[in-house]
T-cell receptor, first 113, second 111 residues
């Protein structure tokens, strides 16, 4: 079945360590996105990519980095510079046509202590 | 003003009743409007797109009011399984492919 796979589902790290969250899709979607969700909050856009080897900052890119070397993959690195990294991270993708919706992976819950 | 705003609630709804809530957006040039359903500690799932003429999917009806810059979602004959948070999403910039989300409307259907 086609879909978006995020791994791992739960991730625990010590403060000061970088950590990379995986996102893979087999939907043949051009555009991919990373959102962050905190308790009681909406989704906030971290980075997005509309094409391989290109990506743009979202609203809260500081402390994060991404790469888009393959169409299927859009990993997110949470660096030690991110002040409040503990959150629920959601990867999404969509086709590049007007009015097409986002499809989400099942998320990675990151806890940094 | 935030790009997308929702009253978080909770909206406590008796089973079988109708509930409706709105989502306002700030950019009048916004394109593409969606409602997503999110269960506790799960990813959002697309409930329905919102079209200019309004659209219905079973017990769910979505409407767009461009003059007042809001979209609405109405749930008829509420079921216990409708308990969830409903997120609205708006593409606020023409030609841009990002979606902005509201904080969600939490619906609790009470037996």
């Amino acid at each position: 079945d086609g879909g978006i796979t995020q791994s791992p589902k739960y991730l625990f790290r010590k403060e000061g360590q970088n950590v990379t969250l995986s996102c893979e899709q087999n939907l043949n979607h051009d555009a991919m996105y990373w959102y962050r969700q905190d308790p009681g909050q909406g989704l906030r856009l971290i980075y997005y990519s509309q094409i391989v080897n290109d990506f743009q900052k979202g609203d809260i890119a500081e402390g994060y980095s991404v790469s888009r070397e393959k169409k299927e993959s859009f990993p997110l690195t949470v660096t030690s510079a991110q002040k409040n990294p503990t959150a629920f991270y959601l990867c999404a993708s969509r086709i590049q046509t007007p009015n097409s919706p986002l499809h989400f992976g099942n998320g990675t819950r990151l806890t940094v202590t | 003003r935030k790009e997308v705003e929702q009253d978080p609630g909770p909206f406590n709804v008796p089973e079988g009743a109708t509930v409706a809530f709105n989502c306002t957006y700030s950019n009048s040039a916004s394109q593409s409007f969606f409602w997503y359903r999110q269960d506790c500690r799960k990813e959002p799932k697309l409930l329905m797109s919102v079209y200019s003429s309004g659209n219905e999917d079973g017990r769910f009806t979505a409407q767009l009011n461009r003059a007042s810059q809001y979209i609405s979602l109405l749930i008829r004959d509420s079921k216990l399984s409708d308990s969830a948070t409903y997120l609205c999403a708006v593409n606020p910039y023409y030609g841009n492919n990002r979606l902005a989300f509201g904080k969600g409307n939490q619906v609790v259907v009470i037996p």
